[in-house]
């Protein structure tokens, strides 16, 4: 034989033998054992169960003892024995059974690994093995904003608003929101990065919205999703934005009012990964179907091509008469519990101010569903009166009956807000509430709610102060909640001011034992102690506050840190330093968020440490930058997000874009953003953008992009090392295109358009003269309609029937009209409306003490007159302090106080005033002599 051949021979059969060695030792035990299932889809509060088989290889009897390996597995409702005797050659099986609840599952995929030992220390024993359970989180988290519709700032084409969140499943959840839907130009900054909720646990999220441009725009929808950090959707709902447009449509609902264009459909597919394909048709719009009768509706169907399956949501259809009302499909409403189900809305208006509403809905996202078998949620009946002011403030009385058969638990609440009346300068808002819980076997659970909000404002001083109490087992949206907001300011000159604020939130909610583990409270405190500074330089605002913040936790249940209760607290030194700088060209704003704290004993990380949050924006009509850092834990909360080993860092920033082209046909937006988390070791990186192509004919083609790709590290605690991890990558992408089509409003009942030129009437000559201001963004309301002026002073209010109209002016610009504005409408009329500019005068009647007089003088009911140039007349009136206000256009001014036939004199009867362009301008003192009484001395 050649050697080479030899060689290659001998290399085989080492091969051969290490191989068979290999093989022999892998299966030279004296026990075999295997489960029935390795992966079990669970559902909370259900019971899941597994089998074990053993058997004994030996030709002896071998006694074996269960391990868990630092998992629950010994831990269920049909446990393991403590001791397990198998006889020569014998084979047993044994089931093993949980409940899926708090105590048992503490993530959505949770390890539960079966070992052995032996006394005998002879006995060959194989690997443990391990068996997994999947949660779904399916309806465990719980998205609510905080009013049912917002208004875009006329000035700032900003708007506030804020996302409550809770946890209504059995484990934490990490989510994150993702808000989508709205125009090209629109954009949402706030907290957009994961956050993690206990189990109970409830966060409020606040957001500021802004549209780039001061563009018109129909009034649309955000659509908000709640997604898991593989991208899956949790929940998802809507926010309405309205804008007040400069045309108004008399009696339309305020989703299409603004446009002749509001009713749609479009047709759309969507491609998911490789398992989804999705045919969509929507539609929207409203009707006028005639005198007084309106049908709103809005349609959502999907098709799942793979699954041959529909699927239906945020689908209904409103018919609105004269005095009563009907909707039926979805309903989304706040009654202080979350109305957001399939049902019928009825409503009754008693008068042009008070109505009623009645409620029955089943709590259930989808319309209808073939898809998957939901949960049921609450089944709520109810009752809703409202009254509102002629200075459109609401005042309500709620009762709603809610019945949820999967959670065993029935509640009745009864709540309420009304206005209290003060003075001009302060507003009182106070509710309470009332609620009864029931749950099987538990008896009642009698709780309260209390609240008052109070709001003083003056020209130097600004109080607001939020206050609410609720029970522990309060039924409300805020269950368990103590809470208390107070901020006072004082305004300096120079647009400058100082501000003090303490917020102080307790959220301690509890939820009856037998309520199948449907909810898991964790108590937490937060306080905040602050005072701020406020400056301006042209465009350019800085904010500093500094302030101190303690925080509190009760951390409950299985988790990384241990199956017993631990109380956490905080205390930090921390100082927020906002800029921002806004022009009609570029926005710019950087907030940072530094703190020093000092105890945190939880020890994770050990204090004292230093921590910092920076987020900040910047954009420009093409381009656009936003980033967000953090470093170290803010909340308590943070540290359930991280993993034992890992350092709390938060890297995340990403540009955007938006253009249009050919003429506007083209409006395109792109979006990016890379986020590394190092609490979870994963990087996020996620791609938007939309496209739209409009044609003749009200036509428009549409595509949606999104791609979203994450890499983590998971750790696996159900081995012996605590500190092994396993990588994982993952992508998720859709893409969807439409076709849409618009159509034109139809209305059976057009009525009379009334259109409004408003002018500044420099000269006072009541016409609208060539080079004379048109103000944009001036608020105009007829009846308890509202239009805002365009950029050539004009608002067209449509469908008004003939009769008689008060014209008011509601914004606080300075701008005033020379007199009532009242038309007489019986056809399409226009009118030229002058007005002047005006600003605030003040001054004080300061009485001249005089030791003979033992009363003090009337001082309230005083004339003042300020004349003009031009010889026209002002007057006004002092109250009982002596205080007197002018609203007075520019110019110069004598201002006198007549003492003809009077009980006092005037010392400094005649002033002369130069109204300057300071939003207030002050007089001197008018020194008062009381007359009432003459003391005459003689001499002898």
């Known amino acids: 034989m050649p050697m080479k051949y030899l060689w290659t021979f001998l290399l085989l059969m080492c091969f051969l033998l290490v191989f068979l060695s290999e093989a022999k030792s892998q299966h030279h035990f004296d026990v075999e054992y295997r489960l029935d299932q390795d992966s079990i889809a669970v559902t909370q509060s259900q019971t899941f169960a597994n089998k074990i088989h053993i058997r004994n290889l030996t030709d002896k009897t071998i006694e074996l003892i269960p391990l868990a390996k630092g998992t629950l597995s010994l831990s269920g409702l049909i446990k393991l024995p403590q001791k397990i005797t198998l006889q020569a050659h014998e084979e047993k099986s044994f089931p093993i059974k949980f409940m899926a609840d708090r105590h048992t599952l503490s993530n959505n995929n949770q390890a539960f690994t079966i070992g052995f030992s032996s006394v005998d220390a002879t006995i060959r024993l194989p690997q443990p093995l391990t068996f997994y359970t999947t949660l779904s989180s399916d309806r465990s988290l ?43 130009g629109f954009e949402v900054i706030g907290e957009l990065l994961p956050v993690t909720l206990q189990p109970g646990g409830q966060v409020l999220l606040p957001f500021n919205a802004r549209m780039q441009s001061k563009n018109r725009f129909d009034d649309f929808d955000i659509a908000m999703q709640g997604l898991d950090l593989n991208g899956n959707e949790l929940i998802s709902s809507r926010i309405r934005i309205l804008q007040v447009g400069s045309v108004k449509r008399f009696g339309a609902v305020p989703n299409f009012g603004n446009e002749a264009y509001n009713n749609a459909v479009a047709l759309r597919y969507t491609s998911m990964d490789k398992q989804n394909s999705i045919y969509q048709l929507q539609g929207y719009g409203d009707l006028d179907i005639g005198v007084n009768k309106k049908l709103n509706y809005r349609l959502n169907l999907d098709y799942y091509q793979n699954q041959k399956a529909f699927n239906s949501y945020d689908t209904y259809i409103d018919y609105q008469a004269k005095d009563w009302a009907v909707k ?23 008068d042009n101010n008070r109505s009623i509403s009645l409620y029955g809905v089943e709590n259930n996202y989808m319309l209808f569903t073939q898809l998957s078998n939901l949960i049921p949620g609450a089944h709520i009946i109810g009752a809703n009166y409202t009254v509102r002011t002629d200075q459109n403030q609401e005042s309500y009385l709620t009762y709603l009956h809610s019945e949820h058969d999967y959670r065993r638990i029935n509640s009745d609440q009864i709540n309420g807000r009304t206005v ?59 269950r368990g909640l103590m809470q208390s907001d107070t901020r006072i300011t004082k305004l300096l000159q120079n647009n400058n001011s100082i501000t003090a604020r303490m917020s102080y939130m307790d959220n301690n909610p509890k939820y009856q034992r037998t309520d199948r583990d449907y909810f898991f409270g964790n108590s937490n405190r937060i306080e905040i102690y602050e005072v701020g500074y406020h400056t301006a330089f042209g465009k350019l605002q800085l904010d500093i506050k ?30 927020v330093g906002d800029v921002s700088y806004f022009s009609s060209v570029h926005r710019f704003s950087l907030r940072t968020d530094y703190g020093y704290t000092y105890r945190n004993t939880s020890n994770k990380p050990i204090s004292p440490f230093h921590s910092l949050r920076l987020s900040g924006s910047y954009s420009n009509p093409f381009l656009g930058f936003n980033t967000y850092i953090q470093i170290n834990p803010y909340y308590l909360n943070d ?24 003429r506007g046909s083209l409006q395109t937006q792109l979006s990016t953003m890379y986020s590394y988390y190092g609490f979870s070791r994963s990087n996020n990186l996620s791609i938007n953008g939309n496209a739209r192509w ?29 500190f092994a991890f396993e990588t994982s990558s993952f992508n998720n992408r859709q893409i969807r295109i439409g076709i849409e089509k618009k159509f034109v409003y139809w209305d059976k009942n057009k009525g009379h358009k009334l259109q409004l030129q408003f002018f500044d009437d420099h000269n006072q000559n009541g016409m609208a003269d060539a080079g004379e201001l048109r103000p944009e963004g001036l608020v105009v309301k007829i009846d308890q309609e509202v239009a805002r002026t365009d950029t050539k002073g004009r608002v067209t209010f449509l469908n008004m029937t003939s009769g008689s109209y008060v014209v008011q002016i509601e914004n606080n610009q300075g701008w005033v009209a020379q007199g009532p504005i009242n038309t007489l409408l019986t056809k399409n009329q226009s009118l030229a409306v002058p007005l002047v500019k005006t600003r605030v005068v003040k001054g004080k009647i300061k009485p001249i003490v005089d030791k003979y007089l033992q009363t003090s003088p009337e001082l309230s009911g005083i004339r003042i007159h300020a004349e003009d140039q031009q010889g026209k007349s002002y007057s006004t009136l002092s109250d009982a302090k002596g205080n007197y206000t002018f609203f007075l256009p520019l110019g110069s001014y004598t201002v006198s106080i007549p003492t003809a036939g009077m009980a006092f004199t005037i010392e400094n009867p005649n002033q002369q005033i130069q109204l300057k362009e300071e939003q207030v301008n002050y007089l001197q003192d008018f020194n008062y002599r009381d007359g009432r009484r003459k003391v005459g001395v003689k001499r002898f």
């Open 142 to 184: 719980i998205l609510q904003a905080d009013q049912s519709e917002y208004y875009l700032d006329q000035t700032t084409n900003q708007v506030q608003f804020r996302i409550q969140a809770s946890n209504a499943g059995l484990v934490p959840i990490t989510f994150k929101l993702l808000f989508s839907g709205f125009p090209p």
């Open 328 to 350: 039926v499909g979805n309903i989304y409403e706040n009654l202080d519990q979350t109305i957001s189900g399939r049902g019928v809305k009825a409503s009754y208006k008693l």
């Open 420 to 478: 209290i009346p003060m003075s001009e300068h302060q507003q009182l808002w106070v509710e309470g509430g009332y609620s009864m819980e029931r749950a099987d076997q538990a008896g009642n659970k009698h709780a309260v709610a209390a609240g008052a909000h109070y709001q003083y404002h003056t020209e130097h001083y600004q109080i607001i102060s939020m206050n609410y109490y609720s029970s522990p087992y309060y039924t409300g949206l805020r």
């Open 546 to 575: 500094p302030y101190m913040m303690f925080q509190q936790a009760t951390i409950r249940g299985v988790s990384l840190w241990g199956a017993v209760p631990e109380r956490w607290k905080s205390s930090a030194l921390r100082t």
């Open 639 to 662: 540290l359930m997000a991280s993993t034992p080993d890992a350092n709390y860092r938060i890297y995340s920033f990403g540009p955007n874009t938006q253009f249009t082209a050919f």
């Open 694 to 722: 409009l044609f003749r004919g009200n036509w428009s083609l549409t595509a949606d992009v999104f791609y979203n790709m994450i890499q983590s590290r998971i750790p696996l605690h159900f081995q012996q090392d605590p």
